[in-house]
């Protein structure tokens, strides 16, 4: 993919839909890519979940679980980030709402 994607506004989606259709099994790669970037998603959820059922944040492991938000934030970024790239209507729109919510904080939102 990183061969062929073109990461502007005018050819983001172009390249995309070149990838899924003209690339050799293309369309397979594009597909686990996203399907896989979902499931990181899903399970990161679901191992918080879990630490949380279980306390798995409490002593000795403070440290641990601080470790896990901060990747836990990462992981979410880059999952919104990863939805604009193809410059779709699903990209396009999520990166309107995702740009609107600092706008929806009291007092400071519309400064930002």
Excluded at 22 to 33: A, D, R, T, Y
Aim: aromatic share 14%; with cysteine.
């Amino acid at each position: 993919m990183t061969f062929y994607y073109r990461p502007t506004v005018t050819e983001a989606f172009s390249s995309v839909q070149y990838i899924m259709t003209e690339v050799n099994f293309g369309w397979l790669i594009g597909s686990v890519h996203r399907w896989s970037a979902s499931m990181m998603v899903l399970m990161m959820i679901l191992h918080i979940f879990r630490v949380y059922l279980t306390g798995g944040f409490k002593k000795p492991r403070e440290l641990t679980c601080v470790t896990s938000v901060i990747l836990a934030v990462l992981t979410v970024s880059f999952g919104v980030t990863g939805y604009s790239l193809p410059w779709d209507q699903i990209g396009y729109w999520a990166v309107k709402i995702v740009t609107g919510v600092p706008e929806a904080i009291p007092i400071i939102g519309s400064p930002l």
